[in-house]
């Protein structure tokens, strides 16, 4: 089993940088995907591979991975940026999927 | 643009088998290059990953569902399906169906919109 540590809540003032981050074990030898879910939706893909936005995605959504933490990074962040964040890797030798316990984002 | 939708029953006796399945449309599920992945939430709480599988059948499945789980798929239809097995109320929850992508890569791109099935008497 692979362990992925977030925390409950992150908040964060209107216009400013918000930076969720992602704990695990060597996390940084493993790609880190993150997902945004909005309430009563599903979770929407906004970085894969640590740092990569899927189309559509604004520039404001960025990723780090290195060491024992991995960083969703959301800058001049929104009111519609308030959602739940989850990161997630994929374990290729156990071909077993991991998620955090996802982190609750408030724009005030 | 690729879409996927679950169906099944929305309520399901406890003990009894949860049964789901998943549409493809907008894109093949004979794809060499993706997973096909079921992921449960229980009403707020977190994303679980509960198993993929590839066109050709061959499965992952979580280890603390794997005695009561068969995922299955039917490429004639564009179709994969869930099937767990002896339910309990800890088995409610909002269940997702997704694409996954293959080897290391291994992140969810599309997901369908979920279904929510209770699990009570």
């Known amino acids: 089993s692979y362990e992925l540590t977030q925390p409950l809540s992150v908040s964060v003032a209107l216009g400013q940088t918000a930076k969720i981050t992602c704990g695990g074990d060597?996390?940084?030898?493993?790609?880190v995907h993150w997902y945004q879910q909005q309430p009563g939706q599903a979770p929407v893909l906004v970085i894969y591979?640590?740092?990569k936005r899927p189309s559509g995605i604004p520039e404001r959504f960025s990723g780090s991975n290195s060491g024992n933490t991995a960083t969703l990074t959301i800058s001049r962040a929104q009111a519609g940026d308030e959602a739940d964040y989850y990161c997630?890797?994929?374990?290729?030798?156990?071909?077993?999927?991991?998620f955090g316990g996802g982190t609750k984002l408030t724009v005030l | 643009q690729l879409q996927l939708q679950e169906s099944g029953p929305g309520l399901v006796k406890p003990s009894e088998t949860l049964s789901l399945t998943c549409t493809v449309s907008?894109?093949?599920?004979?794809?060499?290059?993706?997973?096909w992945g079921w992921i449960r939430q229980p009403p707020g709480k977190g994303l679980e990953w509960i198993g993929n599988?590839?066109?050709?059948?061959?499965?992952y499945y979580s280890p603390s569902l794997k005695s009561r789980l068969t995922v299955s798929v039917d490429t004639s239809k564009n179709q994969f399906s869930l099937k767990l097995s002896s339910v309990t109320a800890a088995d409610t929850a909002v269940y997702y169906c997704?694409?996954?992508?293959?080897?290391?890569?291994?992140?969810?791109?599309?997901w369908g919109q979920g279904a929510l099935v209770i699990v009570s008497s």
């Open positions: 591979r640590d740092n």
């Open positions: 997630q890797v994929w374990d290729s030798d156990s071909n077993t999927a991991f």
């Open positions: 599988i590839y066109y050709r059948g061959s499965t």
């Open positions: 907008g894109g093949s599920i004979s794809s060499g290059s993706y997973y």
């Open positions: 060597n996390i940084g030898i493993k790609n």
């Open positions: 997704a694409r996954l992508l293959t080897g290391d890569r291994g992140w969810l791109d599309f």
